[in-house]
């Protein structure tokens, strides 16, 4: 078993554990007296590896989350409360007051992202101002969705005034690879439509999320939104057999999202906004360039150690490229650097999870059982807290890391000599996110982008596949997604199409007129947001 040195900089010392024992509801910051749930890194600071103890949260109980929901459902008061009732500039003005606060915690958000979870230095900033500018964006594309509804319209008699208003209240789950960035792209445009929130973090990367929980609490009304900490099925479950949530948003799997689903007695009218797992697969045709390709599957697969939605999770390389390619492509995996994610040019760093080394090498086992091999020289080396990635060749459809999502650093490749093996394989699928195509031929291209945009909702073309930008839409097929998320597209996920109307006669007219006149209503409104 390897192990590396460990180089604590100064810098990105935690001074002392983190013991946050408050937890947000009804807009006040309560303490926590019972259960403390201990985190731990699987990052070492000390030369002798073990896991270092980063401080507790609390591990809140079911009368906790009751207290949780029904704080929210009194804040949205059936469509009356304050929030959902408040006029578009006010809202705005609390997100911005938000952001503010937010910004000034940069520092030691990044620092909590890395030791929680991992994420090297470059990404862990990345994160924190991705989500920053995915706040900003969002307050001046809602800007621009009022100023388009601040007008009426008149068809076959009828004066109609259309806007988008709220759906009620949301129970927020996200993920522990983007504690922040994918949480807030829930929590965001959910609260700015008027929604109130139930916001669950994730079980990695929830230290982070304590620096915040003063700015929610001074920025929005109370109520509007709640933090709760605590495990899933003892907090999320028993909101859900209320029958009271009204929008399950979740970045997740999809094992999870049913079993929470299945718990809500009237599940017809539980709106879902899904951000699922996926098998992204890359095909890489005979006319590809091998460099760029090459590079382009390192950072689809490996980013982040592959513990992202949105990696590339299995290679097909066509039968005419495919020694050289795998050739390059192992020599490019074994050059990597791995370290902890503040060391410079770190690329590989330790993964959060205890048990996900030796889920991988589950894997590998399988593989290697039936006919598989490791074809890279480090593929497979055992560290404390890592695993070398594999990369595994050839790759059957009856192996594990074929048919699973193995959200960590292990590579499956496929050759082929048909086209119709990746679009087979992609078909009969449970998982429709994005694929990366690539190649240079127009004549193969075209054809296979046209058949590919029907299995997939992103196509990226000698590229690898991703999220951003965040303008972008952000979605999938069959089990990979339900609702679109984007700046442009989560504010409609999260709201719904609502409008007043009156037949165009001289009295109707009259009331309306006076109704924008004592401008005393934030639905009927003529107003220009600049």
């Not at 699987?42 to 109980?61: F, H």
């Not at 718990?263 to 996926?278: D, F, W």
């Not at 513990?307 to 492509?329: M, P, S």
């Not at 959060?352 to 593929?379: F, R, T, V």
Request: aromatic residues 8%.
């Amino acid at each position: 078993m390897m192990s590396t040195k460990i180089q604590l900089p100064q810098k990105f010392k935690l001074n002392q554990p983190i013991e946050s024992n408050r937890y947000l509801i009804n807009g006040e910051l309560l303490s926590w007296k019972g259960k403390m749930a201990k985190v731990y890194s699987s990052i070492s600071s000390t030369d002798s590896y073990q896991p270092t103890y980063l401080g507790s949260v609390p591990e809140l109980e079911e009368q906790q989350a009751n207290d949780s929901l029904e704080a929210a459902l009194e804040a949205y008061d059936q469509g009356k409360g304050k929030w959902p009732t408040m006029r578009v500039k006010e809202r705005i003005a609390c997100m911005q007051k938000f952001v503010k606060l937010m910004e000034a915690k940069r520092e030691l958000t990044v620092k909590l992202i890395m030791w929680e979870i991992g994420k090297n230095l470059p990404d862990a900033e990345k994160e924190f101002d991705r989500t920053v500018q995915y706040i900003y964006d969002t307050i001046e594309d809602y800007k621009n969705l009022d100023r388009d509804a601040a007008k009426f319209e008149k068809n076959e008699g009828v004066v109609a005034h259309i806007r988008r208003g709220p759906l009620g209240v949301v129970l927020c789950l996200g993920p522990y690879n983007y504690p922040l960035n994918e949480t807030f792209a829930l929590l965001i445009p959910a609260l700015i439509m008027g929604n109130t929130a139930v916001f669950k973090p994730a079980k990695f990367g929830v230290l982070l999320i304590t620096p915040l929980l003063e700015a929610f609490q001074e920025s929005f009304p109370k109520g509007v939104v709640n933090i709760v900490f605590g495990r899933g099925r003892v907090l999320a479950s028993p909101m859900m057999k209320t029958g009271k949530v009204d929008v399950l948003a979740l970045i997740g799997n999809s094992k999870s999202a049913n079993a929470l689903i299945d718990q809500h007695p009237k599940s017809n009218r539980l709106r879902l906004i899904l951000g699922l797992e996926a098998k992204n697969p890359a095909i890489i045709l005979p006319h590809a360039d091998l460099d760029l390709a090459v590079k382009e599957c390192i950072a689809g697969s490996l980013s982040f150690n592959g513990q992202r939605c949105t990696a590339l999770k299995i290679i097909y390389v066509h039968e005419a490229i495919r020694t050289a390619f795998l050739e390059k492509f192992t020599a490019a995996v074994d050059a990597l650097k791995f370290g902890n994610p503040w060391d410079e040019g770190a690329f590989l760093t330790p993964l959060p999870e205890p048990n996900k080394p030796q889920y991988i090498q589950e894997l590998i086992d399988d593989a290697l059982a039936k006919g598989g091999k490791i074809i890279n020289k480090k593929g497979g080396r055992l560290m404390d807290n890592y695993i070398w990635p594999p990369v595994l060749y050839p790759v059957t459809k009856d192996m594990r890391i074929y048919e699973e999502e193995q959200f960590g650093p292990a590579i499956p490749i496929r050759s082929f000599t048909d086209i119709n093996t990746p679009l087979n394989d992609m078909a009969d699928s449970n998982y429709g996110q994005q694929v990366s195509l690539f190649g240079k031929d127009i004549k193969e291209l075209s054809p296979l982008i046209d058949a590919l945009a029907n299995l997939v909702c992103r196509v990226n073309l000698n590229s690898s596949c991703q999220r951003g930008p965040d303008v972008y839409p952000f979605t999938g097929r069959k089990d990979s997604a339900k609702a679109t998320l984007s700046v442009h597209d989560a504010l409609r996920s999260f709201s719904i199409r609502t409008f007043v109307a009156l037949k165009d006669n001289e009295e109707n007219l009259s009331i309306l007129e006076e109704i924008l006149k004592a401008n005393n209503s934030s639905f009927i409104s003529t107003d220009y947001i600049l």
